[in-house]
């Protein structure tokens, strides 16, 4: 996700969020947030309450004609892990950090904002295998199939893989839910906090060539596509890849193409069948080249991440909006792809913990909200060609961007006890 627009008041008080984030530093660790001042920001701005996304707004959003019975819904939560200390991260940071100090640092900056949030369980080690079963059996418990973890390589440097690799793959109980990766293969930048995406000042820039993707591939095969529970599409392991766009500033058509297939022949070469590869999120002007290139199938890992273009700086949007603009997506990408195409849902999306009041924030995001939009994702899904039907979710667990179905104090288990109900009645 990138972009850029500039700053916009909310409500006319653009002075006083610029005013909440205090900085000593440049975007590093040793960033404070000062105590906010938003006497002159709205609670609620006009709109808000005409765009909840309530049963109407669904039926006239969505056809939900279409039956739904007999339909077996696989679905798909992404997962950021990075919330346990990675030792790449330690040495920029300090020995134990994790991303939870950045979400304890966070700041409201309107009055009824929810930040900071709090885990319901408390601050956790997920790299942990006790903590870990804990979290596969809440998933599995409350609906969820599969987790879609945010994996992070640059040219052989990694981090935040000890989530996957020291705890989950490790869990007593990991039979129970299935995995996969999503490469996110974009550049590594200085979020905790920073001014903007833009002022971001950079961790690790991220170098494609074809020698690389092989050594993922064959790193891939090694630790993970060989796993009884790595989650497969008709047979195939499925490799996502967040950033198209990044490849082909690197790779002409054909040479990316030519490096898929080769990573394929590693992957039948190894015995574990052909790739199924999906396009996950940055792939805009593209669309109609992914089958061509090479990908399986696609989806969309969020539609709020506005950020880092699409609304200015500091924008808030009711969540209603959020989902409508989720559902245009799905049907918009869907038209042009030659791929199947799967629908995900957002949670949510605040990153005003790593932006401070260059935030974009969607506010008034409830759990009947998300259930609405989850079956609208059903009956998109039930409307669509795309097999087998699934549904993703995102997020599991992005705390500093405000997409999480993992329990906090405020929602409690509602957003989890919401997907249970969708899809498993």
């Known amino acids: 996700m990138q972009r850029r627009k500039f700053f916009q008041a909310l409500g006319g008080s653009a002075a006083a969020l610029a005013t909440t984030r205090g900085w000593a530093g440049t975007g590093s660790d040793n960033a404070q947030l000062a105590v906010p001042n938003f006497s002159n920001v709205p609670a609620v701005n006009p709109g808000d309450a005409e765009a909840y996304f309530t049963e109407e707004k669904l039926r006239q959003a969505i056809d939900t004609a279409p039956s739904l019975k007999g339909i077996k819904f696989e679905v798909v939560a992404y997962n950021f892990p990075s919330w346990h200390p990675s030792p790449f991260m330690e040495k920029i940071f300090g020995k134990g950090w994790t991303e939870f100090e950045t979400l304890k640092n966070s700041r409201p900056l309107y009055p009824g904002h929810l930040f900071p949030k709090y885990p319901l369980w408390g601050y956790f080690n997920e790299a942990e295998p006790e903590w870990a079963e804990r979290e596969i059996e809440t998933a599995a418990n409350f609906g969820i199939d599969v987790w879609m973890i945010d994996w992070y390589w640059h040219s052989g440097t990694m981090f935040y893989?000890?989530?996957?690799?020291?705890?989950?793959?490790?869990?007593?109980?990991?039979?129970?839910?299935?995995?996969?990766?999503?490469?996110?293969?974009?550049?590594?930048?200085?979020?905790?906090?920073?001014?903007?995406?833009?002022?971001?000042?950079?961790?690790?820039?991220?170098?494609?060539?074809?020698?690389?993707?092989?050594?993922?591939?064959?790193?891939?095969?090694?630790?993970?596509?060989?796993?009884?529970?790595?989650?497969?599409?008709?047979?195939?392991?499925?490799?996502?890849?967040?950033?198209?766009?990044?490849?082909?500033?690197?790779?002409?058509?054909?040479?990316?193409?030519?490096?898929?297939?080769?990573?394929?022949?590693?992957?039948?070469?190894?015995?574990?069948?052909?790739?199924?590869?999906?396009?996950?999120?940055?792939?805009?002007?593209?669309?109609?080249?992914?089958?061509?290139?090479?990908?399986?199938?696609?989806?969309?890992?969020?539609?709020?991440?506005?950020?880092?273009?699409?609304?200015?700086?500091?924008?808030?949007?009711?969540?209603?909006?959020?989902?409508?603009?989720?559902?245009?997506?799905?049907?918009?990408?869907?038209?042009?792809?030659?791929?199947?195409?799967?629908?995900?849902?957002?949670?949510?999306?605040?990153?005003?913990?790593?932006?401070?009041?260059?935030?974009?924030?969607?506010?008034?995001?409830?759990?009947?909200?998300?259930?609405?939009?989850?079956?609208?994702?059903?009956?998109?899904?039930?409307?669509?060609?795309?097999?087998?039907?699934?549904?993703?979710?995102?997020?599991?667990?992005?705390?500093?961007e405000d997409h999480v179905l993992l329990p906090d104090t405020v929602f409690g288990y509602s957003y989890l006890e919401a997907v249970r109900r969708v899809f498993r009645g």
Not at 259 to 281: C, D, I, P, Y
């Open 161 to 400: 893989h000890e989530q996957l690799e020291n705890g989950f793959l490790k869990a007593r109980n990991r039979s129970k839910l299935k995995f996969a990766l999503m490469w996110a293969n974009h550049h590594w930048n200085n979020v905790y906090p920073a001014r903007s995406p833009r002022e971001a000042a950079p961790l690790l820039p991220q170098l494609h060539s074809e020698g690389d993707m092989l050594k993922v591939t064959d790193y891939c095969i090694e630790h993970y596509f060989r796993e009884p529970n790595y989650w497969r599409i008709e047979g195939r392991p499925v490799f996502a890849i967040f950033d198209l766009n990044l490849l082909l500033e690197t790779f002409s058509p054909d040479q990316l193409k030519r490096t898929f297939e080769r990573m394929r022949e590693r992957s039948v070469k190894a015995g574990l069948g052909n790739l199924h590869l999906q396009a996950s999120h940055v792939y805009g002007g593209h669309e109609a080249e992914l089958k061509a290139l090479g990908f399986d199938s696609a989806t969309l890992y969020h539609t709020a991440g506005w950020t880092y273009g699409g609304k200015p700086p500091g924008c808030r949007t009711p969540y209603g909006e959020l989902a409508l603009a989720s559902i245009r997506a799905w049907k918009e990408t869907a038209t042009k792809v030659a791929v199947p195409f799967f629908p995900d849902c957002p949670v949510g999306w605040d990153d005003s913990s790593r932006f401070g009041s260059s935030a974009h924030m969607v506010t008034e995001r409830t759990p009947d909200q998300y259930e609405r939009l989850l079956r609208a994702a059903q009956y998109f899904s039930a409307a669509s060609a795309a097999q087998p039907k699934i549904v993703f979710l995102s997020a599991w667990n992005e705390w500093t």
